[in-house]
């Protein structure tokens, strides 16, 4: 069974890091597209970054500069390291792979808050 485990959130200050993790567990992790999307407070969520198979990556505007996502293929692991947070990164952040064309991402975690502080 196919399973994503969001772990890193945490509350911090404007200004600072943090780096969440996401594990992988029950599908070939190496072969999908990874990503990180985040739904801030009463607003729907959104893409942050992805991580195709081969490396190459995906920013959204607001966040560009800031994060950089990464992963461990043989450890089974997706990154996002986050610097420079603002409040407005303030969301519930979720992991998810195997981005199908048409139908989205097959997998998704149960997400793990990040709040930022000024």
């Known amino acids: 069974q196919a399973q994503l485990v969001e772990s890193g959130g945490d509350s911090v200050q404007a200004g600072g890091s943090l780096k969440l993790s996401c594990a992988g567990s029950g599908f070939r992790l190496s072969i999908c597209t990874m990503a990180w999307y985040r739904q801030p407070p009463g607003k729907e969520r959104e893409l942050v970054s992805n991580?195709?198979?081969?490396?190459?990556?995906y920013y959204g505007d607001s966040v560009k500069g800031r994060v950089t996502i990464s992963r461990d293929n043989d450890r089974k692991m997706l990154y996002l390291q986050m610097n420079s947070l603002k409040t407005e990164d303030t969301a519930v952040y979720y992991c998810?792979?195997?981005?199908?064309?048409?139908?989205?991402?097959?997998?998704w975690g149960q997400g793990t808050q990040v709040t930022v502080s000024s």
């Open positions: 991580i195709s198979p081969d490396g190459s990556t």
């Open positions: 998810a792979a195997c981005l199908n064309s048409g139908t989205g991402y097959r997998y």
